[in-house]
């Protein structure tokens, strides 16, 4: 089997590691706008790398004269039209982060975490003429806790698109075609624009939760959730906590203590010393 992949960042190296590992394909191209980091150096399939311009006329003509079996995308920037993965005898689908129809857009992960969704997912689709669109081949979902960040829940992502990524692959090889399909139900729908390092502003007067989420949601390598001192200085948040019972002493400062409560936290000065960490019970 040959493959056309067009992607981009550590999200397409994760993919290359994925069909690498499939015995039935032996030649992959790949289709990148960005440089590619840390690609293993020794790869089993045969490899070979072009550099996206913004053009999909040399692509086009690359699959014209070598038959691809299918394309594949995974966070790959611009829209691939059809005269392109159409050349392919299996056509072309997708790797998105989230359960379609919901998030359909480019950080589906960033804003499962700011609406605080309890679970997200992968999907493998049809590219089709609008993005995220096509019809569902493969999902698979996974659950979100408040030990989970923006960086724990796509590891977990990349890990399952790359599962799901090789079960489609290997389908095609022992059936002879892509699996059944299912169509996205529109009403259903629901998108993550791309994100503006503005959009991360926190209003200290939402709710804990929400100032939790947005934080979470926004963490390094991202531009970071941040409000505003009175000099005008940009404070940038880098880390949280949110307390996991209540009754917890959580910082403290001489005799004040800074302790969770069912709802939040409270400062108080007590009248002993307490320690970081220990639990209070009621009187």
Request: proline letters at 5%; glycine letters at 6%; hydrophobic letters at 40%.
């Amino acid at each position: 089997m040959k493959i056309a992949l067009f992607c981009s960042g550590d999200t397409g190296v994760v993919a290359i590691e994925a069909i690498d590992a499939c015995l039935n394909v032996s030649d992959l191209l790949v289709i990148t706008s960005t440089r590619m980091p840390n690609i293993p150096s020794k790869l089993r399939v045969n490899t070979e790398m072009l550099i996206f311009d913004g053009s999909f006329a040399q692509i086009q003509e690359r699959l014209k004269k070598t038959k691809y079996d299918l394309v594949v995308s995974s966070a790959f920037g611009s829209l691939i039209p059809a005269s392109v993965y159409e050349l392919a005898r299996h056509g072309g689908i997708n790797i998105h982060a989230s359960l379609l129809p919901k998030y359909r857009g480019r950080h589906p992960l960033n804003w499962a975490l700011i609406n605080d969704e309890l679970e997200t997912g992968v999907s493998i689709h049809k590219l089709s003429s609008r993005f995220d669109e096509g019809e569902i081949f493969l999902q698979k979902r996974f659950l979100i806790d408040d030990n989970d960040n923006i960086n724990t829940i796509r590891a977990t992502a990349l890990n399952i698109g790359a599962q799901l990524l090789k079960q489609i692959i290997r389908l095609i090889d022992s059936t002879g075609g892509l699996p059944e399909s299912f169509k996205q139900d529109p009403k259903e729908a629901s998108y993550a624009p791309l994100r503006k390092p503005e959009d991360g502003n926190i209003s200290w007067s939402d709710s804990t939760r929400k100032i939790f989420s947005k934080i979470r949601a926004l963490l390094p390598p991202y531009p970071g959730a941040y409000c505003l001192r009175n000099n005008g200085q940009k404070v940038t948040f880098k880390n949280y906590y949110i307390h996991k019972q209540p009754g917890q002493v959580i910082l403290k400062h001489q005799n004040y203590h800074l302790i969770s409560s069912r709802d939040g936290v409270i400062l108080v000065e007590a009248d002993c010393d307490l320690a970081i960490g220990e639990n209070l019970l009621d009187g």
